[in-house]
């Protein structure tokens, strides 16, 4: 019995040896933007996709209530709130909006009613995970198209891309990746923090993608996700996708949460957070620290010392993460600071400050 899951040990210790072993840090928020850590110390998180300063409002708190949804909605789980939510999520982007119980099974069910064995994608090298995944299940042919080249082949029948790169912080240009194929864009880090209404990279560029994907589990503050398309769409994942038909439906509360969250996250919001973002980038570029991209997620890719540079910051109480492979290629490891409309001034300033502090 001793070596019933030796197996299961070496592949551990494979993981160990490359360096890839990956381990839990509790936190306990104490405010929008702080935290305890397990050893008592008190952090100022610059790390979450709380983008707004949603999650830990007192009013988005008591929406979490009611109780699971009991079965998938196909069976006895869909409720009023999951139906007011799609109808209010379909009114902002103007389309029918289908619900997930997270982004990564929103990606995971659109690809999946999109695509065929033998259909060709392009998918952008830097795509999430979800989408990798999403596409890998469809069966389709994936033609990976190098960072941010849209470079679609003739005969494709989709090209899949995010709005707001979560890794190096940047924004395609969407009307270059736009032709007879379809375009999805997966949003996921900028719906409710970018554009008009919160609609997003591509609503700020005045594009329409054939197909939207959304997360309420970032700048909305919950959990959630939600796919935007058109009204065949919404009724291809109710009827066959498969991680919106074989799963228990959202929680209630998650729905009234995001409800709630989607009219709390107004232009005001979306301005503190912009505010933020001015001040922390123009602070950095003072102090000769160069940045990716423009939004309210700051890559500052330093190499090999990223991560030392990281626990430095957080023995001055700043938790930023270090992002290394294989995340982001090997030489690019980098900080990757998030922004949240609660960051106060006083917060940036002294994030810079020790930032400019470790560098030296
Ligand atoms: C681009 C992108 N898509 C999808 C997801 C998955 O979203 P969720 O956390 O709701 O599963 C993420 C989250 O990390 C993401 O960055």
């Known amino acids: 019995m001793s070596d019933r899951y030796a197996a299961l040990d070496q592949r551990l210790q494979d993981i160990d040896r490359r360096g890839l072993r990956r381990h839990l840090r509790t936190l306990q928020p104490t405010g929008a933007t702080t935290a305890r850590l397990a050893d008592g110390r008190t952090v100022q998180v610059f790390c979450s996709n ?3 300063g949603l999650a830990q409002d007192p009013r988005i708190q008591a929406a979490w209530a009611g109780g699971g949804a009991g079965s998938s909605r196909l069976i006895s789980g869909d409720r009023p709130a999951h139906r007011e939510l799609e109808d ?3 009114l902002r982007f103007g389309r029918p909006a289908t619900l997930f119980g997270s982004g990564w099974q929103a990606n995971l069910a659109v ?17 999430h995970a979800s989408l990798i995944d999403g596409l890998r299940l469809s069966g389709a042919t ?8 849209p470079e679609v082949p003739a005969g494709a029948r989709l090209a899949v891309v995010e709005g707001l790169y979560s890794m190096d912080g940047d924004r395609p240009d ?3 990746w736009r032709g007879e194929h379809w375009l999805l864009v997966d949003e996921a880090h900028a719906v409710g923090a970018v554009g008009p209404g919160g609609r997003g990279v591509a609503a700020d560029q005045g594009v329409e993608p054939d197909f939207l994907v959304g997360t309420l589990g ?4 919950g959990l959630g996700a939600f796919v935007v398309g058109p009204p065949v769409v919404r009724e291809l994942l109710v009827s066959a996708g498969r991680s919106f038909v074989f799963t228990t439906g959202l929680p209630e509360g998650a729905a009234r949460a995001a409800l709630l969250a989607l009219e709390l996250a107004d232009d005001e919001r979306r301005e503190r957070l912009a505010d933020r973002t001015r001040r922390l980038r123009q602070a950095l570029a003072q102090e000769g620290i ?22 430095a910051l957080l023995d001055r109480g700043f938790l930023v993460p270090g992002i290394r492979p294989p995340t982001v290629p090997p030489g690019t490891e980098r900080l990757r600071i998030t ?9 940036v300033d002294g994030l810079v400050q020790a930032l400019s502090d470790s560098l030296r």
């Open 88 to 90: 209010a999520l379909s």
């Open 142 to 149: 994936r033609i990976i198209v190098p960072h941010g080249r």
């Open 50 to 52: 709380d983008y707004l």
């Open 290 to 311: 160069p940045t990716l991209g423009r939004d309210h997620v700051v890559p500052i890719v330093l190499g090999p010392r990223a991560m030392a540079v990281a626990a």
């Open 174 to 176: 969407l009307d270059a």
């Open 339 to 347: 922004l949240s409309a609660a960051h106060s001034d006083a917060q």
């Open 218 to 221: 970032k700048a909305y503050g």
């Open 111 to 127: 690809l999946g009613v999109l695509l065929e064995r033998g259909d060709v994608v392009a998918s952008d090298s830097l795509n």
